[in-house]
């Protein structure tokens, strides 16, 4: 986010994978946000991300498991104690699961499981959230990180018209569909805080080498991440309600 500071970024997911690639490439930013709160469901486990905290003093590592009311409520009131009236700048929610299902292995429970992580959830951390984004937008001028903006790691997988253009995607029902539904939240989010100045994208990080992406994956998190951060450092009001890829190329809904 190198072209416009922004102050404060909030990523869920940050023990392993994507979100602690984002912390690591956002902590050594030039400028790097003032406040990057580092979130994820067991923080005393995630050893790689407290050797980060240490590291840069602007890391602020939080406990937030995505799925539970009280966990939401207790992050949004410590976020709100350490930001107070400039709010927050940019949220990314990453946090996400993913099970190998094709049609014939495929169940109501599976189904079930990961639409409450990778769908409801973004939505009730997002609207847990807001009055803090709200804050932020007051602040400053045009859309984009650097005012207020609500990002939604979805996955190319999600897209309806590229739904037969990779088999491998035919294995995972459940985590493909979860996302195709998190882009609608992203397009009614986006509608719904126009008012407000609120830039709200889905964004396909790539395919990465992570416990969910794979050893075939080829990109690795590292080679990965400088290109989200530059699609994240771009993104403006043209953008608003748009599903985007790591080179900042519309993706077919």
Not at 36 to 50: G, N
Request: charged share 20%; net charge neutral; hydrophobic share 45%.
């Amino acid at each position: 986010m190198a072209q416009q500071r922004c102050r404060s970024v909030l990523i869920t997911g940050c023990s392993r994978g994507i979100g602690l690639g984002l912390v690591r490439g956002l902590a050594t930013a030039c400028p790097a946000p003032d406040w990057l709160i580092a979130t994820c469901r067991y923080p005393e486990k995630a050893q790689e991300l407290q050797q980060l905290s240490k590291q840069h003093r602007n890391i602020k590592v939080l406990q937030l498991d995505v799925v539970c009311e009280n966990s939401i409520k207790k992050a949004v009131k410590e976020v709100e104690e350490l930001l107070g009236d400039e709010g927050l700048n940019c949220l990314i929610n990453n946090a996400g699961i993913n099970v190998l299902a094709s049609l014939e292995e495929v169940t109501a429970e599976a189904m079930l499981t990961i639409y409450e992580t990778n769908t409801v959830a973004q939505l009730m951390v997002t609207k847990a959230f807001l009055p803090l984004l709200r804050k932020a937008a007051q602040l400053g001028t045009g859309m984009g990180c650097h005012r207020a903006a609500i990002i939604n790691m979805s996955s190319i997988s999600a897209s309806m018209q590229l739904v037969q253009e990779n088999e491998m995607f035919l294995k995972v029902y459940p985590y493909r569909i979860a996302k195709t539904a998190l882009n609608m939240i992203t397009r009614c989010l986006a509608v719904d805080l126009t008012a407000d100045e609120i830039l709200c994208v889905s964004l396909h990080p790539g395919w990465i080498q992570t416990d969910m992406g794979g050893c075939m994956a080829p990109l690795t998190v590292q080679e990965a991440i400088p290109g989200i951060l530059s699609v994240l450092a771009n993104l403006s009001k043209k953008d608003n309600g748009s599903f985007l890829d790591n080179k900042g190329e519309m993706v077919p809904w």
